[in-house]
């Protein structure tokens, strides 16, 4: 087997153009807006479950920024986070996981988002929860509130289907029905992974001449399960 077809190709960066929506039509609208400046509302809070697509969002934002000329940055916080001088200068900061923060960056970011808020530029934040349920300082908490406030709803196995389905279509072969169901139930199923493994099964399957069906995506995996791809132990993938 070629090396090529085994190798998964890495997920595409993530843009808002990339992103399927499901059920977050108007935030992902309110983002587009925000990234060409055309919006009125500069401070957005967008929480979900790990796995949502709020990670996406911020990074895709802050790329279409960067694309329009404007200063943008992306941070993954955590505990020890520390932000650098020069941030309130942003055009937009997105803080992604920002209930991580300990309480000296949780001081930083209060600051971070009055100063933003008086120069005019913009903040996204988003965390597991939303911002009352949020355990961090209480003057944090009110500023996260401020602005517009979204759940980012994860894909349901409807919504990935048609994805698939349509990505699939887009390069040239029909994913069969049981051919999803298999996948949805043997790997990882945040969808960046579920396109990649796509990918890799149609090189696979122009390589050897066969078309993609379940036998083939088996013997794929079963290749591949020393890599990042997870597999399984039962059908009941979350999804998240």
Not at 90 to 106: F, G, I, K, P, T
Not at 130 to 137: A, D, G, H, N, W
Not at 188 to 196: E, K, M, T, V
Request: charged share 25%; with cysteine.
């Amino acid at each position: 087997m070629k090396q090529l077809a085994l190798d998964f190709a890495a997920p595409p960066l993530p843009s808002l153009d990339n992103f399927i929506a499901g059920g977050n039509g108007e935030l992902l609208q309110n983002l587009k807006r925000l990234a060409a400046r055309g919006g009125h509302e500069r401070f957005i809070y967008a929480w979900g479950q790990p796995g949502s697509g709020r990670s996406h969002l911020l990074k895709g934002t802050v790329a279409e920024l960067h694309r329009a000329g404007a200063s943008a940055v992306y941070i993954a916080c955590a505990p020890g986070t520390r932000f650098n001088e020069g941030l309130e200068r942003m055009d937009c900061v997105a803080l992604d996981d920002v209930d991580r923060l300990d309480a000296e960056a949780q001081v930083a970011a209060f600051h971070l988002y009055n100063t933003l808020r008086e120069r005019s530029g913009a903040l996204l934040a988003s965390g597991a929860a939303p911002p009352v349920q949020l355990k961090l300082r209480e003057d944090l908490v009110t500023r996260l509130g401020w602005g517009l406030v979204y759940q980012v709803h994860a894909l349901s196995d409807g919504e990935k289907r048609r994805a698939l389905a349509d990505y699939a279509a887009s390069r040239g072969f029909r994913l069969l029905p049981e051919v999803c169901d298999y996948l949805l139930t043997r790997v990882q199923r945040d969808l960046p992974s579920l396109l990649a493994i796509l990918d890799a099964l149609d090189r696979y399957s122009l390589e050897t001449k066969r078309p993609v069906t379940v036998p083939l995506v088996r013997e794929l995996l079963a290749e591949r399960q020393d890599t990042g791809f997870r597999i399984q132990d039962s059908g009941t993938g979350n999804g998240n």
